[in-house]
């Protein structure tokens, strides 16, 4: 039986990708749908631990485990201010999501990162615009900006009417799991752009790498309900 066979890959998904001359797999692990209401440890050693191998890795959806951390807001329970509805018009807008291109997502961002910090972003914003450059406000803004998830075509419901932060903790959220679980555990921001390895239990590999090897996405963004997969070399 082929590789491709032997797993399930998500549509338009590879189960294969090559890193520095070497295959790997990235095998998704189908789950329930998680929530507030699950222990993400819990969930690790219910899905993939039987099919751990040494030397796998668990990697696992940042919005998955900012579920299970109450880090889902619904959309009609925040509530803007003027200053996050101005801000909000003038994000690009990107083919991997919203961003905080709505009034809702950039409240958050402006819980999440201090006013000053957010519209000291957007001053860089505009400079880096006149530069030809693009990022700086995400460069500026830092990684709980740049990882908060608003409503898209495509997500499963309910998150679908939902906001999501960034995990709180991810390295030491991560580590807790990897502990649970018996395997390296890394908490990732993949879309259809590229990866951030917001969290990894071990120093070894890198995070550059743990991006290079994840970064088309084979989780996919929706219905899939394959929050986590396993890296493991071909």
Request: aromatic fraction near 6%; hydrophobic fraction near 40%; charge should be neutral.
């Amino acid at each position: 039986m082929s590789q491709e066979n032997a797993y399930s890959v998500n549509p338009g998904k590879q189960l294969v990708r090559t890193v520095d001359g070497v295959d790997y797999l990235r095998i998704p692990v189908k789950t329930h749908l998680i929530t507030k209401e699950d222990d993400m440890a819990d969930v690790v050693a219910r899905y993939p631990k039987e099919q751990m191998q040494e030397g796998d890795i668990l990697f696992i959806s940042e919005k998955a485990v900012a579920c299970t951390q109450s880090r889902a807001i619904p959309m009609e329970d925040i509530h803007p201010r003027k200053l996050a509805v101005t801000l909000s018009r003038y994000v690009t807008k990107t083919p991997a999501g919203i961003g905080l291109g709505i009034p809702e997502t950039m409240e958050m961002a402006l819980q999440e990162c201090g006013t000053v910090r957010i519209l000291f972003a957007a001053f860089c914003s505009v400079i880096g615009k006149l530069l030809g450059k693009k990022g700086w406000f995400y460069m500026v803004a830092g990684p709980k900006a740049r990882g908060i998830d608003g409503p898209t075509e495509g997500t499963i419901p309910p998150y679908d009417h939902y906001v999501v932060l960034t995990p709180a903790d991810p390295t030491g959220t991560a580590k807790r799991l990897a502990q649970a679980l018996g395997y390296p555990v890394a908490i990732v921001d993949i879309n259809d752009l590229g990866a951030n390895i917001l969290g990894f239990s071990e120093k070894e590999p890198s995070m550059a790498f743990l991006a290079k090897a994840l970064g088309d996405n084979p989780l996919g963004q929706g219905e899939e309900c394959t929050p986590m997969g396993i890296l493991r070399r071909a």
